[in-house]
Every structure is written in structure tokens, then in C-alpha cells.
């Protein structure tokens, strides 16, 4: 029994029969910590623990109090461990450790004191999760001490008190739990010698930090701590001291022909079974064991079965493990995460004992090279293989904590067709995961559980395609969704493959381009139907008809029988041993970043005429002449020079120039939307460079439409537009299931118009990958979760770590180890700390902006008041004319939702008092004159009003604040003087008009001024902008999407005003060519780390929040905002005892003029 808790099961006095006065004492207590802790993490409601409820429903304070002193504790529950506190050490098996004194704890305790403790609380917690397989015993009975899980003679040893020295694991156990509760130094409460070096680690990990270096910071540190503070002074020792909270990594030999592993029964090998290579450098093996053997190749593996325990056995994320079963169910109409999609769903449907236990985990593979040299002219490969987890929330998946690097395949070249063999240790334990699974911790539930594992696809550029599925991708049958259906025709004279004329088979079977044999030439009418989907099972009886050369880098030039004319396998891939593969849908993924790159490449170099780049050169008009297509195109000689006419698709030099020139010189956009891409023009013969993936997609999706319309002819500007519209539709992170079915038909029409513009050799394997997209869109779900964004990320990060040049993959995997320490370490820091778990976002608003004033403590505080802003820069005073002072206080009131009971009562008053009054002319009076009724009202009948509606009635201050900038709705905001030099463009905005799908009831305008009314203890954050008129000044291209807005065209500025909570961002670009200059186009932007999220609820919501904060706190909701329960509005209509009548009178001609003079003063 803990010591001092006997109170908690004498409920009952025996003398009186009345419930004893210590036990309602010990129920406070108990609920002072339980909610405080609750209050640290975010929660309201805490698990009841009484004898009914059982710890198995949640209930605020007051709830559980009733029923604690009704129904009492359940039984031996006196290690409130479900609320927050940790189960001590059996002290006899430890003697040497004294655990923290929970019941200490007053009930006094704050959150601002209690955070002091965070770090001793926070170290403790994480050794006893990493470690809990060590010391849980029963997880199934709350009450079983036996720490170790000891068996029956051990106890009976235990209780004739032989005392035992712990084993190894229990002593590493012991000495971590040690350092992470004993103090920084006597009398420091603050921080531990876990925690210091912990973060230390992490700074070290996140920005690369040299071991020099952390050597150096540790020893100041060191110094400067006074006392006996025990921290290591270097590296060496930190590593040494989180050795423990380490995961596993292996080193396994390779043939350095990439013929074998070293592994299982063949590790005491020294010569591989297939090629004889010694498996040991010469010179390294001595027979006499005096020198160290030193291996050729060898492969880092780094298992994941313990890392995603680890996901389950923190407390930190194991909750996170369940989401797609608890919040990722959608309404079946969108796609939003992997969970929705029919790929998820068939796994469940197919494997149901695998869908019952919703811990089970889906991952994804990612694999690609990188050259870890700076050097580019010393080539070298390195090939790691992530592990991406799809159990998480949007928020956490594809995160760089939760991807896991599996292994990384050693240099200097590309393993090819083998990296099968390198991958066969992870297929091994991805067997083991379906087909066994792993006992594993639930830290959330409390439970153990069998934990198994699925790999549902993989991710990979187009080479690396042919790498892990086994179809080559080159060649005539380079598609591997067509497989030996879509063949494609070799060019004769550009002696390449090109896959125009293919696309008309995925038309509808009455479009008029299958009829169309005049622009196809010798392809005539097309009668094929798509080619159908083969399924797994399928290709698998094709695969195993097949007879394939061995592995070893002396065979990748040996081809199967039949190769390139029947079908492109170049092996049978290892994928296929796992049982589930050929059940799949889809089982492998190209990389939508890399084919978008490959398509805005094309398009761009062929009509900015880019030589040596260009897919319009003499070859292809040679062989345009083979297929019988555009005559005007074709070579013709003159005077024994031969002529290649212009075509329509390229631009002239003077429209090459204004275009640079443009993105140089004018091209502004938002902050942090992209790089700087006038940094890739070469000014001296005005062509790109060096443009990124990233750079690619930004131009791709926004500027080429723009920078090509008025130089292209329309048809051919608008099959562009489509194009990029195409993949601007694909990338979205919430889908229209309608929609996709639509995008399929749709790309189809598109290239097909390419076909007719474009040269043959413009249609390489990536523009026609594009026709199958939508199929995977709607098999798999939106492309960010499985494109290679944020694996490309990583590769750069670990490029960086390659310090050692002597051995490249040691460096990397070692300080990968750490890193990985350091991030799960992160977890247990204050929230509050910017590491890379819980990072300041760009354009953040900050926590302590969520609230600002004091509300009432009746009342919640208004919207309008409570919406978070942080105004920045150029802090001026602006006293508000009196005009000025009624218009914004006016919008105020209007965009107001708890104002809108008092709006629509004083618009019938109106109505009742004149009737002949239109809808227009009460709008008027409306704006005149709301504004002081409403503040009599407030004055005269103040019980119909919260107190936070009678400080908004009172008028804001006429002296304002003026800012140059503003942080809201995940955007960065500049005024346009402020930012008018600057090389970004922050001022654009939109006010989303009647619904959010029509652009066209958008109002669009510019920020000029940025003002902070002060209403007593609150504030409200004010744009004035100027508008552009949305009916002549706004037109929209609807093939494209593309909207414009001309600049000469402007609203009357007598209603200039919006709130910030209202502002969306866009930016405005203008044409680069002569004819459009009076028109700009409008690019909307998306608010930084915020995320669309299909919740399923009833009434259909869009739910936005932030990626990298707590859901709970950071929820911006869609502008519907719940009244007071208490206040309906309709005790307003009855209850306003001698309120003035509003009369107006006079004929309907006069009325308008005659307003101001009828209505009464007061009014």
C-alpha cells in the first residue's frame, strides 16, 4: 500500500456513518494533481476512477468529485498512474535509487511551478518508457509489482530476502533512471544530467554540430555548473550516458559485386558463393588474429521493428498510432489521408484479422541515391531506404521525426537491379511483422498487444521505379501500368521511344479525336480501349514464367528471353515473398515531383527554344515528316541550305527577353513561397539555371500560364493552362472523389491536344505517366503522401553529416543514431522550446496571442476580440477622424457574430416603422445608424447584454495604432508602403465572398494601412484597403482557372474595411506581355502550416489546423461561431420595455432624402 493513502478506501466514518472529512480532503488533493497534470497536456476532462466508472469514461472535475464521495475509489488503486503519476521502483530490488515523492505534490501546485519540474518529471518518464520491457511485469493487472516480470523462485528468493546484484540490462536501466532524476547540481530543481546532455545532443543533431565542437560546449558548460554536477565533458561520454534510450543498428558484410549478404548462414563466409570475391580488403587478415579484418561493402541496417515500438511505448505518440480509426473515416466523398483511400480500404477487406486491431501498422518505402561529396566531379552513390509510418494524423505524417532511415546501401555506384539483395534483410522482418507480429507496449491504452506491420507501397523517381518493382523503365515498354499493352514508337531519327498518338485510346469512345486521322497522320482513327489494369495475382503467373539472371553487378547485362518485345522484367522482384503483395492495388508509386519537374522542363525548354534542351530540333521535324503531320513544319532546302520554319509553339527572341526580364525584375511573391526564382535567369543569353524541384512546381503550377498568355496562340495557351491546372488539381491535400473521375477524362482531352501542337519527341515517358495519375489519385489519395518531397529533405540532411570523407556511410549512420536519440528525447522537453518536434513556425502567431484582454468571467469573450494577430513593425499613432471612427466601428458591429440578433431586431424595427422601405434603403439606415442605437441600447437595458457586448457598444478609442505588418491566419501581412521595396509581396488580399468555390464573388484588394482599435481591455485588428470592382474588374479564364483583376478598376473607397480574422492572401502578377498590361493576375496562397482535414463529421466542415502545434489550441474554425447558450435573442424582441419606436415617414420618392431628418436624435 503507498504510504499515506489509506484514506482513500476509509471512506465511510464508522461512528457517524457520514462520509469522513479526510477523505474528502485526500478526493481534493487527488484531483488537484490529476488536473493539474490534465491542465499541463491540454485536457479538460481526466478518466473517472471510482468503482463504476472504472478508469473507463472521462468526466470534468465536479463529476468525478460526486462520484468518488458516492461510489468511492475502485479497488487498489493507490498509484494514480492513469493520471499522470509514474510507478515507482521496487525498492528491493534497487536500493540505491529513491523515486520521486509523489505525494509531495500539493495540491497548492501550479502550472507555472509544476513546469520547474518538467524536466526531472519528463527525463523520468522517458527512461521508464524506452525501457519498460526491462522492468513491466503484468501490463494486464494495475497491481503487480513484480517489476521484472521475476518468476516463481525468484519471488520466493525475494521474499526470504537474498538480496541479488541486477543484471546488465537492469543496471544500464538503474543508471539512466539515476541520471535522469538525480540533479543538475545540489539544490537544482530544474534540470537534470539526463536533460542537460539531452538537449545538447539535440542542438548538436539539429544543426549539424561538429564533435569538436560539442566537445568544447560541453566542457564550458561543465565549468560554468557549479557544485559536483557530474556531466560529461565530450561527446564520447554523452553518447555513453544515452546509450540506453539508443536504438539498434547492425553492420552486415556485402560482395563488393553486390553478389550476396554475409549474413545468417553464410556470415562466417570470407568468399561469396556466387562470383568468389573476397569479402576482405588485402592485407587486413593476418592468420596470426593481429590485424582486424577490414570488410569491402558494407551495409548499415537499422531494424524497424524496435522503432515502431517505440512509437507505441511513448507516451508522446502512442494516442497518435490509432487516428486513421478515431478521426480519418472521412464522409467517403473526399480523400484527405491514405486512410480513406481504396487502397486502405481493400487491405481491410482482404485482410480482415489484420484490419481488427486498428495498432497495426501501414508504412511506405522510399528509396533514392545521393552523391554525399560536395564534389560533383567525384561520383559517388549512397542509397538509404526510409520507412514512412501511415498511422499518424496529418499533422505528424511524413514528418521528419516519425520516417525512419531502414538502411542505408552502401557507394560508390548504384546497386541497380540489386538492390534486392541488400533489401532482403528488410523484407525478412517485414515477414516477420505480417506473418508473426511482435509483442509490443501500448503506453495510452495500458496494454500489451501483438503489434504487426504492412507495407502498403513504395515511393520512387522513374529509375528507381524499375529498381524495386522489377520493370525496366526504358525502352518501348517503359510504362509500367500500360505494361505490354502501351508500346511505344521508337523515333527514327530522335532515337528515342515517344508515346504520342497513344493517348486517344483513353478518350470517351464518341470523342471527335478518335475520329480525327487528318492531325494524327499514319495513326489514322483510333479504336483501342484503355489498357486495362492487370492485378497482382496476374503478374505475378508472368513474372514466374520467366526465367532471370542471377545478382552480381557481372550480370546486370544479361537480359530474360523476350525482353523489350513481350515485356520489360528485368528480375523478379523481392518484393513478391511478402504474402500480401500481389493483394495490393497498387504496390508501386512514381514520384508525381519528379515527372511534374520532367513535364515543366519539357514545355519550357521546347517554347523558350533552349538549345540542346528544346524537343524541337531537326530530328523532329524529320520524323514529323515520317509520320505525315504539319507540312508547314517540315524541313525544306534552300540553295543547299536547309530551313526549319517556325512554329507556333516557340517563342521569338524578344518574347525569350520580356519573359526573363519579368521574373527578373517583376515577379514579386509571398514571403516563404518560394526561392527567388529571378535568380535563375542568365542575364547575359537569357536562359534558366540551376532551378529545383520546387522552383519547378511553383512555375509549373502559378507563372507559366501567365508568363506565356499573349505570346502563344489561345488553343495552344489554353492546352498549357489545362496542363498546369492538371497538376495543381492533383497536389491538393483534400480531394473530390467526383472531381478525379473527371481529371481522368480530362488529361486525357489535354494531351491529346498537346499531341496536335507539339512535336512526337516532346511525349517522353513522363507526359504520358500523366494519363494514369488519376487512377493512383483515387487508388492511394492525395500525391503528398507519396511523393519525395520529404525524403528529399532528409537525403540533404544527411548529406550534411557526412563529415568523415574516409567513410562516408559510417558518418552518416552514426550521427543518424544520434539524431534519432535526440528526436525522441524532444519529445519529453518543454513544449515551449522550438525544437524540431514542436518548431516556431513561420508566420506564428505565438500561444500567448491566442487571448487577448481579459474576458469576463460570465461570458466568453467575444470573437472579434479573440482571434489571434500580431501586428509588427512601424508602430505609429493614428488618430481616427470622426467619418473613419463611425465606418470601422460599423464593421465591427456587422461582422460581429454575436451581433446579429440586435442587427436583424433593429432591421425589423426599421421595416415596422417604414414598410415602404426596400431592402437597400434599410442597409443604408442600417449604416448609418446602427452604431448608436446599439450603444443606447447597451446604456438603457444592460440585462440583455453580455458585458463584453456592452464594452463593443461603447466605441473604440479614437487614437489608434498603426502598424507596417501582421501575422494572422497563417499569413504574413505588409501594408503596401511598408513593403513596397521589398523583394516579396505581402499586401495582396481576399475577402471570400458568398461561397469560397466562385472566385468570381471574391473581392480582391491591397492592404494600406493596418490599424489596432482599442475597446477598453480589448482589441481588434483592422486592414484598410483599396478594392478592385468584382464585376468589371474581375474576369475569369475557366479552362485554366486563371482569374484577373484590372488595376484601373477600383470600388468606391467609402467601405474600405475588413477585419484581419477576414483576410485571406493572394498575390498579383502581371503580364509580361504589352497587350495585358492593364490586367493582373490573381494567385491565391495557401496559409503556412495549415492542413485540410476530412473529419466526417455531419455537417460537412472543412476542419483547419496547425501541422506543427496541438490541434486543440490552434483550431480556426469557418466562421461560424456559437452564441452564448444563455442569450438566444429572442427575449430581445419582448424585453426592451420603453425603447424608442424607429418612424419614418414620407413618400417612397422622399424617403431616402428625408431619413436623416425623421429619425429621432437619440437614434
Same mark, same amino acid.
Given at each position: 500500500?503507498?504510504?499515506?493513502?489509506?484514506?482513500?478506501?476509509?471512506?465511510?466514518?464508522?461512528?457517524?456513518?457520514?462520509?469522513?472529512?479526510?477523505?474528502?480532503?485526500?478526493?481534493?488533493?487527488?484531483?488537484?494533481?490529476?488536473?493539474?497534470?490534465?491542465?499541463?497536456?491540454?485536457?479538460?476532462?481526466?478518466?473517472?476512477?471510482?468503482?463504476?466508472?472504472?478508469?473507463?469514461?472521462?468526466?470534468?472535475?465536479?463529476?468525478?468529485?460526486?462520484?468518488?464521495?458516492?461510489?468511492?475509489?475502485?479497488?487498489?488503486?493507490?498509484?494514480?498512474?492513469?493520471?499522470?503519476?509514474?510507478?515507482?521502483?521496487?525498492?528491493?530490488?534497487?536500493?540505491?535509487?529513491?523515486?520521486?515523492?509523489?505525494?509531495?505534490?500539493?495540491? !497548492?501546485?501550479?502550472?507555472?511551478?509544476?513546469?520547474?519540474?518538467?524536466?526531472?518529471?519528463?527525463?523520468?518518464?522517458?527512461?521508464?518508457?524506452?525501457?519498460?520491457?526491462?522492468?513491466?511485469?503484468?501490463?494486464?493487472?494495475?497491481?503487480?509489482?513484480?517489476?521484472?516480470?521475476?518468476?516463481?523462485?525468484?519471488?520466493?528468493?525475494?521474499?526470504?530476502?537474498?538480496?541479488?546484484?541486477?543484471?546488465?540490462?537492469?543496471?544500464?536501466?538503474?543508471?539512466?533512471?539515476?541520471?535522469?532524476?538525480?540533479?543538475?547540481?545540489?539544490?537544482?530543481? +530544474?534540470?537534470?544530467?539526463?536533460?542537460?546532455?539531452?538537449? @545538447?545532443? +539535440?542542438?548538436?543533431?539539429?544543426?549539424?554540430? +561538429?564533435?569538436?565542437?560539442?566537445?568544447?560546449?560541453?566542457?564550458?558548460?561543465?565549468?560554468?555548473?557549479?557544485?559536483?554536477?557530474?556531466?560529461?565533458?565530450?561527446?564520447?561520454?554523452?553518447?555513453?550516458?544515452?546509450?540506453?534510450?539508443?536504438?539498434?543498428?547492425?553492420?552486415?558484410?556485402?560482395?563488393?559485386?553486390?553478389?550476396?549478404?554475409?549474413?545468417?548462414?553464410?556470415?562466417?563466409?570470407?568468399?561469396?558463393?556466387?562470383?568468389? &570475391?573476397?569479402?576482405?580488403?588485402?592485407?587486413?587478415?593476418?592468420?596470426?588474429?593481429?590485424?582486424?579484418?577490414?570488410?569491402?561493402?558494407?551495409?548499415?541496417?537499422?531494424?524497424?521493428?524496435?522503432?515502431?515500438?517505440?512509437?507505441?511505448?511513448?507516451?508522446?505518440?502512442?494516442?497518435?498510432?490509432?487516428?486513421?480509426?478515431?478521426?480519418?473515416?472521412?464522409? #467517403?466523398?473526399?480523400?484527405?489521408?491514405?486512410?480513406?483511400?481504396?487502397?486502405?480500404?481493400?487491405?481491410?477487406?482482404?485482410?480482415?484479422?489484420?484490419?481488427?486491431?486498428?495498432?497495426?501498422?501501414?508504412?511506405?518505402?522510399?528509396?533514392?541515391?545521393?552523391?554525399?561529396?560536395?564534389?560533383?566531379?567525384?561520383?559517388?552513390?549512397?542509397?538509404?531506404?526510409?520507412?514512412?509510418?501511415?498511422?499518424? /494524423?496529418?499533422?505528424?505524417?511524413?514528418?521528419?521525426?516519425?520516417?525512419?532511415?531502414?538502411?542505408?546501401?552502401?557507394?560508390?555506384?548504384?546497386?541497380?537491379?540489386?538492390?534486392?539483395?541488400?533489401?532482403?534483410?528488410?523484407?525478412?522482418?517485414?515477414?516477420?511483422?505480417?506473418?508473426?507480429?511482435?509483442?509490443?507496449?501500448?503506453?495510452?491504452?495500458?496494454?500489451?498487444? &501483438?503489434?504487426?506491420?504492412?507495407?502498403?507501397? !513504395?515511393?520512387?523517381?522513374?529509375?528507381?521505379?524499375?529498381?524495386?518493382?522489377?520493370?525496366?523503365?526504358?525502352?518501348?515498354?517503359?510504362?509500367?501500368?500500360?505494361?505490354?499493352?502501351?508500346?511505344?514508337?521508337?523515333?527514327?531519327?530522335?532515337?528515342?521511344?515517344?508515346?504520342?498518338?497513344?493517348?486517344?485510346?483513353?478518350?470517351?469512345?464518341?470523342?471527335?479525336?478518335?475520329?480525327?486521322?487528318?492531325?494524327?497522320?499514319?495513326?489514322?482513327?483510333?479504336?483501342?480501349?484503355?489498357?486495362?489494369?492487370?492485378?497482382?495475382?496476374?503478374?505475378?503467373?508472368?513474372?514466374?514464367?520467366?526465367?532471370?539472371?542471377?545478382?552480381?553487378?557481372?550480370?546486370?547485362?544479361?537480359?530474360?528471353?523476350?525482353?523489350?518485345?513481350?515485356?520489360?522484367?528485368?528480375?523478379?522482384?523481392?518484393?513478391?515473398?511478402?504474402?500480401?503483395?500481389?493483394?495490393?492495388?497498387?504496390?508501386?508509386?512514381?514520384?508525381?515531383?519528379?515527372?511534374?519537374?520532367?513535364?515543366?522542363?519539357?514545355?519550357?525548354?521546347?517554347?523558350?527554344?533552349?538549345?540542346?534542351?528544346?524537343?524541337?530540333?531537326?530530328?523532329?521535324?524529320?520524323?514529323?515528316?515520317?509520320?505525315?503531320?504539319?507540312?508547314?513544319?517540315?524541313?525544306?532546302?534552300?540553295?543547299?541550305?536547309?530551313?526549319?520554319?517556325?512554329?507556333?509553339?516557340?517563342?521569338?527572341?524578344?518574347?525569350?527577353?520580356?519573359?526573363?526580364?519579368?521574373?527578373?525584375?517583376?515577379?514579386?511573391?509571398?514571403?516563404?513561397?518560394?526561392?527567388?526564382?529571378?535568380?535563375?535567369?542568365?542575364? !547575359?543569353?537569357?536562359?534558366?539555371?540551376?532551378?529545383?524541384?520546387?522552383?519547378?512546381?511553383?512555375?509549373?503550377?502559378?507563372?507559366?500560364?501567365?508568363?506565356?498568355? #499573349?505570346?502563344?496562340?489561345?488553343?495552344?495557351?489554353?492546352?498549357?493552362?489545362?496542363?498546369?491546372?492538371?497538376?495543381?488539381?492533383?497536389?491538393?491535400?483534400?480531394?473530390?472523389?467526383?472531381?478525379?473521375?473527371?481529371?481522368?477524362?480530362?488529361?486525357?482531352?489535354?494531351?491529346?491536344?498537346?499531341?496536335?501542337?507539339?512535336?512526337?519527341?516532346?511525349?517522353?515517358?513522363?507526359?504520358?505517366?500523366?494519363?494514369?495519375?488519376?487512377?493512383?489519385?483515387?487508388?492511394?489519395?492525395?500525391?503528398?503522401?507519396?511523393?519525395?518531397?520529404?525524403?528529399?529533405?532528409?537525403?540533404?540532411?544527411?548529406?550534411?553529416?557526412?563529415?568523415?570523407?574516409?567513410?562516408?556511410?559510417?558518418?552518416?549512420?552514426?550521427?543518424?543514431?544520434?539524431?534519432?536519440?535526440?528526436?525522441?528525447?524532444?519529445?519529453?522537453?518543454?513544449?515551449?522550446?522550438?525544437?524540431?518536434?514542436?518548431?516556431?513556425?513561420?508566420?506564428?502567431? #505565438?500561444?500567448?496571442?491566442?487571448?487577448?484582454?481579459?474576458?469576463?468571467?460570465?461570458?466568453?469573450?467575444?470573437?472579434?476580440?479573440?482571434? /489571434?494577430?500580431?501586428?509588427?513593425?512601424?508602430?505609429?499613432?493614428?488618430?481616427?477622424?470622426?467619418?473613419?471612427?463611425?465606418?470601422?466601428?460599423?464593421?465591427?458591429?456587422?461582422?460581429?457574430?454575436?451581433?446579429?440578433?440586435?442587427?436583424?431586431?433593429?432591421?425589423?424595427?426599421?421595416?415596422?416603422?417604414?414598410?415602404?422601405?426596400?431592402?437597400?434603403?434599410?442597409?443604408?439606415?442600417?449604416?448609418?445608424?446602427?452604431?448608436?442605437?446599439?450603444?443606447?441600447?447597451?446604456?438603457?437595458?444592460?440585462?440583455?447584454?453580455?458585458?463584453? @457586448?456592452?464594452?463593443?457598444?461603447?466605441?473604440?478609442?479614437?487614437?489608434?495604432?498603426?502598424?507596417?505588418?501582421?501575422?494572422?491566419?497563417?499569413?504574413?501581412?505588409?501594408?503596401?508602403?511598408?513593403?513596397?521595396?521589398?523583394?516579396?509581396?505581402?499586401?495582396?488580399?481576399?475577402?471570400?465572398?458568398?461561397?469560397?468555390?466562385?472566385?468570381?464573388?471574391?473581392?480582391?484588394?491591397?492592404?494600406?494601412?493596418?490599424?489596432?482599435?482599442?475597446?477598453?481591455?480589448?482589441?481588434?485588428?483592422?486592414?484598410?484597403?483599396?478594392?478592385?470592382?468584382?464585376?468589371?474588374?474581375?474576369?475569369?479564364?475557366?479552362?485554366?482557372?486563371?482569374?484577373?483583376?484590372?488595376?484601373?478598376?477600383?470600388?468606391?473607397?467609402?467601405?474600405?474595411?475588413?477585419?484581419?480574422?477576414?483576410?485571406?492572401?493572394?498575390?498579383?502578377?502581371?503580364?509580361?506581355?504589352?497587350?495585358?498590361?492593364?490586367?493582373?493576375?490573381?494567385?491565391?496562397?495557401?496559409?503556412?502550416?495549415?492542413?485540410?482535414?476530412?473529419?466526417?463529421?455531419?455537417?460537412?466542415?472543412? +476542419?483547419?489546423?496547425?501541422?506543427?502545434?496541438?490541434?486543440?489550441?490552434?483550431?480556426?474554425?469557418?466562421?461560424?461561431?456559437?452564441?452564448?447558450?444563455?442569450?438566444?435573442?429572442?427575449?430581445?424582441?419582448?424585453?426592451?420595455?420603453?425603447?424608442?419606436?424607429?418612424?419614418?415617414?414620407?413618400?417612397?420618392?422622399?424617403?431616402?432624402?428625408?431619413?436623416?431628418?425623421?429619425?429621432?436624435?437619440?437614434?
Amino acid at each position: 500500500m503507498a504510504e499515506g493513502r489509506e484514506w482513500m478506501y476509509n471512506r465511510i466514518s464508522r461512528t457517524s456513518g457520514n462520509i469522513n472529512l479526510e477523505f474528502v480532503e485526500g478526493v481534493n488533493h487527488f484531483l488537484d494533481y490529476a488536473f493539474t497534470i490534465a491542465q499541463r497536456n491540454g485536457e479538460s476532462m481526466v478518466k473517472c476512477p471510482c468503482t463504476k466508472c472504472k478508469l473507463r469514461k472521462y468526466f470534468d472535475r465536479g463529476i468525478i468529485k460526486t462520484h468518488l464521495c458516492k461510489n468511492g475509489f475502485r479497488e487498489q488503486y493507490y498509484i494514480w498512474d492513469c493520471h499522470g503519476e509514474e510507478r515507482p521502483i521496487n525498492p528491493i530490488i534497487y536500493r540505491g535509487y529513491t523515486p520521486i515523492n509523489v505525494d509531495s505534490f500539493e495540491s !497548492t501546485t501550479t502550472i507555472d511551478n509544476y513546469d520547474e519540474q518538467n524536466h526531472v518529471l519528463g527525463c523520468t518518464q522517458m527512461v521508464r518508457e524506452v525501457m519498460h520491457p526491462l522492468y513491466i511485469g503484468s501490463a494486464n493487472d494495475e497491481n503487480d509489482f513484480n517489476t521484472f516480470g521475476l518468476d516463481d523462485d525468484e519471488e520466493t528468493r525475494f521474499e526470504t530476502n537474498e538480496i541479488q546484484n541486477p543484471n546488465k540490462n537492469a543496471e544500464e536501466f538503474y543508471k539512466l533512471l539515476e541520471d535522469a532524476s538525480a540533479p543538475l547540481y545540489d539544490g537544482c530543481t +530544474s534540470h537534470t544530467r539526463l536533460s542537460v546532455v539531452a538537449e @545538447l545532443l +539535440s542542438v548538436k543533431s539539429q544543426y549539424n554540430m +561538429s564533435d569538436a565542437c560539442y566537445d568544447k560546449v560541453a566542457s564550458i558548460v561543465e565549468r560554468i555548473v557549479p557544485g559536483d554536477n557530474h556531466l560529461p565533458k565530450s561527446f564520447y561520454q554523452s553518447k555513453k550516458m544515452i546509450h540506453g534510450l539508443g536504438l539498434p543498428y547492425f553492420k552486415i558484410d556485402a560482395c563488393e559485386n553486390n553478389c550476396m549478404l554475409f549474413d545468417g548462414n553464410d556470415k562466417d563466409l570470407m568468399y561469396c558463393k556466387v562470383c568468389g &570475391v573476397c569479402r576482405y580488403q588485402e592485407g587486413s587478415i593476418d592468420r596470426g588474429g593481429k590485424m582486424k579484418p577490414i570488410s569491402k561493402k558494407v551495409l548499415r541496417y537499422l531494424p524497424i521493428t524496435e522503432r515502431l515500438k517505440r512509437m507505441y511505448m511513448s507516451s508522446k505518440t502512442s494516442e497518435f498510432m490509432t487516428w486513421h480509426m478515431r478521426g480519418g473515416s472521412g464522409d #467517403g466523398s473526399t480523400i484527405s489521408h491514405p486512410c480513406q483511400s481504396e487502397a486502405w480500404k481493400h487491405v481491410d477487406q482482404t485482410f480482415p484479422d489484420f484490419a481488427i486491431e486498428s495498432r497495426n501498422v501501414r508504412l511506405g518505402l522510399c528509396t533514392d541515391g545521393f552523391n554525399p561529396n560536395s564534389d560533383f566531379s567525384n561520383p559517388y552513390s549512397i542509397w538509404p531506404v526510409f520507412i514512412a509510418v501511415y498511422n499518424l /494524423p496529418p499533422e505528424l505524417c511524413m514528418k521528419e521525426p516519425y520516417i525512419f532511415m531502414a538502411m542505408l546501401i552502401p557507394g560508390p555506384r548504384s546497386p541497380g537491379r540489386n538492390i534486392d539483395v541488400f533489401l532482403r534483410p528488410l523484407i525478412d522482418e517485414l515477414n516477420m511483422l505480417w506473418n508473426v507480429g511482435v509483442e509490443t507496449w501500448d503506453a495510452f491504452r495500458k496494454q500489451n498487444f &501483438v503489434m504487426r506491420a504492412c507495407l502498403i507501397w !513504395t515511393i520512387s523517381d522513374f529509375p528507381a521505379y524499375g529498381m524495386l518493382s522489377g520493370w525496366s523503365t526504358h525502352g518501348r515498354l517503359a510504362c509500367p501500368y500500360c505494361l505490354g499493352e502501351g508500346v511505344a514508337q521508337q523515333l527514327k531519327f530522335g532515337k528515342k521511344p515517344c508515346w504520342w498518338g497513344c493517348h486517344r485510346r483513353f478518350l470517351r469512345a464518341q470523342h471527335g479525336f478518335r475520329r480525327d486521322s487528318q492531325s494524327w497522320g499514319v495513326f489514322g482513327a483510333e479504336r483501342r480501349r484503355p489498357c486495362p489494369i492487370v492485378s497482382g495475382a496476374e503478374i505475378l503467373r508472368n513474372i514466374e514464367s520467366i526465367s532471370f539472371p542471377p545478382f552480381g553487378s557481372q550480370y546486370d547485362n544479361l537480359r530474360a528471353d523476350g525482353f523489350g518485345k513481350t515485356h520489360n522484367w528485368i528480375k523478379k522482384s523481392i518484393f513478391w515473398d511478402l504474402p500480401y503483395w500481389k493483394d495490393l492495388l497498387v504496390r508501386h508509386n512514381p514520384d508525381v515531383m519528379h515527372i511534374e519537374k520532367n513535364c515543366f522542363d519539357n514545355v519550357f525548354n521546347t517554347v523558350m527554344d533552349v538549345k540542346g534542351r528544346t524537343k524541337d530540333n531537326s530530328n523532329s521535324r524529320r520524323d514529323m515528316e515520317l509520320l505525315s503531320i504539319r507540312k508547314e513544319l517540315h524541313l525544306y532546302q534552300r540553295n543547299m541550305i536547309m530551313y526549319q520554319p517556325k512554329a507556333s509553339y516557340v517563342l521569338d527572341k524578344a518574347g525569350v527577353i520580356n519573359i526573363c526580364n519579368w521574373l527578373r525584375e517583376e515577379v514579386k511573391l509571398p514571403d516563404g513561397y518560394s526561392s527567388n526564382i529571378g535568380h535563375c535567369v542568365n542575364t !547575359t543569353n537569357n536562359t534558366f539555371y540551376s532551378m529545383k524541384s520546387h522552383d519547378c512546381h511553383v512555375f509549373m503550377q502559378r507563372l507559366l500560364p501567365i508568363a506565356l498568355r #499573349g505570346y502563344l496562340q489561345p488553343p495552344l495557351w489554353t492546352a498549357i493552362s489545362e496542363f498546369c491546372k492538371f497538376f495543381r488539381i492533383i497536389c491538393a491535400k483534400k480531394l473530390c472523389i467526383a472531381d478525379i473521375e473527371k481529371l481522368q477524362d480530362a488529361i486525357a482531352v489535354t494531351l491529346c491536344k498537346l499531341e496536335k501542337v507539339f512535336p512526337p519527341s516532346f511525349f517522353d515517358s513522363m507526359e504520358h505517366l500523366t494519363v494514369h495519375l488519376p487512377w493512383e489519385l483515387k487508388i492511394c489519395g492525395p500525391v503528398h503522401y507519396r511523393w519525395m518531397y520529404p525524403f528529399e529533405r532528409l537525403m540533404k540532411k544527411l548529406k550534411e553529416k557526412a563529415k568523415n570523407k574516409q567513410f562516408l556511410e559510417g558518418s552518416i549512420v552514426e550521427k543518424f543514431w544520434v539524431q534519432e536519440v535526440a528526436l525522441f528525447c524532444e519529445h519529453y522537453f518543454d513544449n515551449n522550446s522550438g525544437t524540431r518536434i514542436n518548431p516556431h513556425v513561420r508566420n506564428e502567431v #505565438g500561444a500567448n496571442m491566442l487571448v487577448i484582454g481579459e474576458a469576463s468571467n460570465d461570458f466568453e469573450m467575444l470573437s472579434v476580440f479573440k482571434h /489571434p494577430v500580431r501586428n509588427f513593425s512601424r508602430l505609429t499613432n493614428h488618430v481616427l477622424s470622426d467619418e473613419e471612427l463611425h465606418h470601422v466601428h460599423s464593421y465591427v458591429l456587422f461582422n460581429t457574430p454575436e451581433v446579429q440578433p440586435y442587427i436583424t431586431h433593429f432591421e425589423n424595427l426599421t421595416r415596422q416603422s417604414s414598410p415602404r422601405l426596400n431592402d437597400s434603403d434599410v442597409a443604408k439606415h442600417r449604416m448609418t445608424h446602427f452604431a448608436t442605437w446599439f450603444e443606447l441600447m447597451a446604456k438603457e437595458s444592460p440585462h440583455n447584454f453580455t458585458s463584453q @457586448l456592452i464594452e463593443l457598444s461603447q466605441w473604440p478609442k479614437k487614437k489608434a495604432k498603426s502598424y507596417g505588418g501582421s501575422y494572422v491566419n497563417g499569413y504574413k501581412f505588409h501594408t503596401r508602403t511598408y513593403g513596397g521595396t521589398k523583394r516579396t509581396s505581402n499586401w495582396g488580399v481576399c475577402v471570400l465572398g458568398q461561397t469560397s468555390e466562385a472566385d468570381h464573388y471574391d473581392f480582391y484588394g491591397m492592404v494600406d494601412e493596418i490599424w489596432e482599435l482599442f475597446y477598453k481591455k480589448n482589441k481588434v485588428t483592422i486592414f484598410k484597403g483599396t478594392w478592385f470592382d468584382p464585376t468589371s474588374g474581375v474576369r475569369i479564364h475557366e479552362p485554366s482557372g486563371v482569374v484577373d483583376v484590372r488595376h484601373t478598376s477600383r470600388l468606391h473607397p467609402e467601405d474600405p474595411f475588413i477585419l484581419a480574422s477576414q483576410a485571406q492572401q493572394v498575390y498579383y502578377v502581371s503580364y509580361p506581355t504589352e497587350g495585358l498590361r492593364d490586367w493582373l493576375a490573381v494567385i491565391k496562397n495557401k496559409p503556412r502550416h495549415l492542413i485540410e482535414v476530412d473529419t466526417g463529421t455531419s455537417n460537412d466542415q472543412t +476542419s483547419l489546423f496547425d501541422v506543427e502545434a496541438d490541434q486543440d489550441d490552434f483550431v480556426v474554425e469557418d466562421a461560424q461561431i456559437q452564441d452564448d447558450p444563455e442569450f438566444d435573442g429572442t427575449d430581445l424582441l419582448v424585453n426592451f420595455g420603453t425603447a424608442p419606436q424607429i418612424v419614418i415617414e414620407g413618400d417612397d420618392d422622399e424617403i431616402l432624402d428625408d431619413v436623416e431628418e425623421d429619425i429621432p436624435n437619440y437614434i
